[in-house]
């Protein structure tokens, strides 16, 4: 805080800077933002898949699964639900 105080930041400033996103995606805006940047870099083969850092738990997570999935699933990007019921099952890969 001291710093956006310091330096005048906005939020997206403020957590491009301290975000330490090491080459990963940084989404910062509503949950229709950050679908968009996502569905993005899917449609440009940028990505297959993603893995979440949220900026606080479980606030992070919660406000993913509030703004962000609703949307994804609105769009056909995210399933709705699974056949299996384990990542192993819905995957359709055999039991080790």
């Known amino acids: 805080?001291?710093?956006a105080r310091r330096d005048n930041l906005t939020l997206r400033q403020l957590a491009n800077?301290?975000?330490g996103t090491r080459g990963h995606l940084t989404a910062v805006g509503?949950?229709?933002d950050i679908a968009?940047?996502?569905e993005k870099w899917v449609a440009h083969g940028a990505a297959d898949g993603f893995l979440l850092y949220p900026h606080s738990?479980?606030?992070g997570i919660e406000e993913f699964a509030e703004f962000v999935v609703p949307e994804l699933r609105r769009r056909k990007l995210l399933?709705?639900?699974y056949q299996g019921r384990t990542l192993?099952?819905?995957l359709g890969l055999p039991a080790v």
């Open 1 to 3: 805080m001291d710093l």
């Open 17 to 19: 800077l301290v975000g």
């Open 30 to 32: 509503t949950g229709v």
């Open 36 to 38: 968009n940047e996502m």
């Open 57 to 59: 738990l479980p606030e």
């Open 79 to 81: 399933e709705e639900g």
């Open 88 to 90: 192993r099952e819905s």
